[in-house]
């Protein structure tokens, strides 16, 4: 079935082969659909791994975990929100804090990149628990501002989603000198005791525009407040959302490869972009690509790089394509690099 002339004007085309009968009819039915979708094309690749580096170095402890042998491994629930386990994953499973006193002395508990409370941490030793430390060094880094400010006798407040996974081991770092402000109306609202005396510390994985608003609203309340060291903000939030708006932007329609139920599929669709998700290249349906000259394609946590991959090779066998790539990354210059 002819279906294109290139620019050399040479015929690119699709042809299949059926049983005559109904497999023929839908065989032509499904060529046509193709064929009515072939054209000159871009494809912009949203580069680098969709989880963020404390999220791969806690994938990374689990898996050597789990290749070592030894028996099962529990993960603390909630520290480690980017996992979900699926079917076939055995070998591990989600432990959370009121079973501690159940499970067996030995057993091997990963604290994941969120990171928990020095309360849980002294649990997890006291019932003989083996466990393996895959808090993210900036979420470490985090929690130890809070209590250093604590330390001087500072209130610390700690800006955050309410959904934020790191918020229960950053309060339980200084429970007393600890106050959670959520979003700039809670802020606007806030008094404490000493204004003098407060720092704010903003918590990791959140979006570093949405924090500072937040922040800004705390200032403009209370006047000067201690800022936590700016070379322990984590970047990877707003790095992966600027990538999406980018990647939108330069796109007719948005292909996110892997998981149906994928945050990034959601907040594309809820930003109103034609978005699309597949799971395997085989999923990507043609009239996804109607009208579109530029497709975005960038891919969900878990996603594997195969699939992209695959993707890539089955469309732009759909007529002349350029693939172009898009990297999204913020550097901090700690200015510790040495001139020659
Ligand atoms: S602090 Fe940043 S890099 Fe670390 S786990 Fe959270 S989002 Fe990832």
Same mark, same amino acid.
């Given at each position: 079935?002819?279906?294109?002339?290139?620019?050399?004007?040479?015929?690119?085309?699709?042809?299949?082969?059926?049983?005559?009968? &109904?497999?023929?009819?839908?065989?032509? *039915?499904?060529?046509?659909?193709?064929?009515?979708?072939?054209?000159?094309?871009?494809?912009?690749?949203?580069?680098?791994?969709?989880?963020?580096?404390?999220?791969?170095?806690?994938?990374?402890?689990?898996?050597?975990?789990?290749?070592?042998? *030894? &028996?099962?491994?529990?993960?603390?629930?909630?520290?480690?929100?980017?996992?979900?386990?699926?079917?076939?994953?055995?070998?591990?499973?989600?432990?959370?804090?009121?079973?501690?006193?159940?499970?067996?002395?030995?057993?091997?508990?990963?604290?994941?990149?969120?990171?928990?409370?020095?309360?849980?941490?002294?649990?997890?030793?006291?019932?003989?628990?083996?466990?393996?430390?895959?808090?993210?060094?900036?979420?470490?880094?985090?929690?130890?501002?809070?209590?250093?400010?604590?330390?001087? &006798?500072?209130?610390?407040?700690?800006?955050?989603?309410?959904?934020?996974?790191?918020?229960?081991?950053?309060? *339980?770092?200084?429970?007393?000198?600890?106050?959670?402000?959520?979003?700039?109306?809670?802020?606007?609202?806030?008094?404490?005791?000493?204004?003098?005396?407060?720092?704010?510390?903003?918590?990791?994985?959140?979006?570093?525009?949405?924090?500072?608003?937040?922040?800004?609203?705390?200032?403009?309340?209370?006047?000067?407040?201690?800022?936590?060291?700016?070379?322990?903000?984590?970047?990877?939030?707003?790095?992966?959302?600027?990538?999406?708006?980018?990647?939108?932007?330069?796109?007719?329609?948005?292909?996110?490869? &892997?998981?149906?139920?994928?945050?990034?599929?959601?907040?594309?669709?809820?930003?109103?972009?034609?978005?699309?998700?597949?799971?395997?290249?085989?999923?990507?349906?043609?009239?996804?690509?109607?009208?579109?000259?530029?497709?975005?394609?960038?891919?969900?946590?878990?996603?594997?790089?195969?699939?992209?991959?695959?993707?890539?090779?089955?469309?732009?066998?759909?007529?002349?394509?350029?693939?172009?790539?898009?990297?999204?990354?913020?550097?901090?210059?700690?200015?510790?690099?040495?001139?020659?």
């Amino acid at each position: 079935m002819l279906s294109y002339l290139q620019r050399d004007r040479q015929a690119a085309g699709l042809a299949g082969a059926a049983p005559s009968g &109904g497999a023929s009819i839908a065989l032509q *039915g499904a060529l046509a659909s193709w064929r009515a979708v072939m054209r000159t094309r871009q494809f912009v690749v949203a580069e680098g791994d969709p989880l963020c580096g404390g999220a791969v170095r806690a994938q990374a402890l689990l898996d050597g975990a789990l290749s070592a042998g *030894g &028996g099962q491994v529990r993960i603390l629930a909630g520290t480690m929100p980017h996992y979900s386990a699926g079917a076939g994953d055995e070998g591990h499973s989600a432990l959370s804090t009121d079973e501690l006193d159940r499970v067996a002395s030995g057993t091997r508990v990963v604290i994941g990149p969120a990171g928990v409370a020095p309360t849980v941490r002294a649990s997890l030793v006291r019932q003989g628990l083996r466990v393996i430390d895959a808090t993210c060094p900036l979420v470490t880094a985090a929690q130890a501002e809070v209590r250093r400010f604590a330390a001087h &006798g500072e209130s610390v407040l700690l800006i955050g989603p309410r959904d934020s996974a790191v918020l229960p081991g950053m309060v *339980g770092q200084a429970l007393d000198a600890v106050r959670t402000v959520h979003d700039v109306a809670e802020a606007g609202d806030i008094r404490v005791e000493a204004p003098g005396r407060v720092a704010v510390v903003t918590a990791p994985g959140t979006p570093g525009e949405r924090n500072r608003m937040v922040a800004e609203a705390v200032r403009g309340a209370l006047g000067h407040v201690l800022p936590q060291d700016p070379t322990t903000y984590c970047h990877a939030a707003s790095d992966r959302e600027h990538a999406l708006l980018r990647l939108a932007a330069s796109s007719d329609a948005v292909l996110v490869l &892997g998981r149906q139920n994928s945050p990034t599929l959601a907040s594309l669709r809820n930003s109103g972009v034609r978005a699309y998700g597949a799971a395997r290249s085989a999923e990507v349906r043609p009239a996804w690509l109607a009208g579109a000259a530029a497709v975005g394609i960038v891919a969900a946590p878990g996603a594997s790089p195969a699939l992209m991959a695959d993707t890539l090779r089955a469309l732009t066998g759909l007529g002349p394509s350029a693939v172009t790539r898009q990297v999204t990354t913020t550097l901090v210059d700690r200015g510790d690099t040495e001139s020659g």
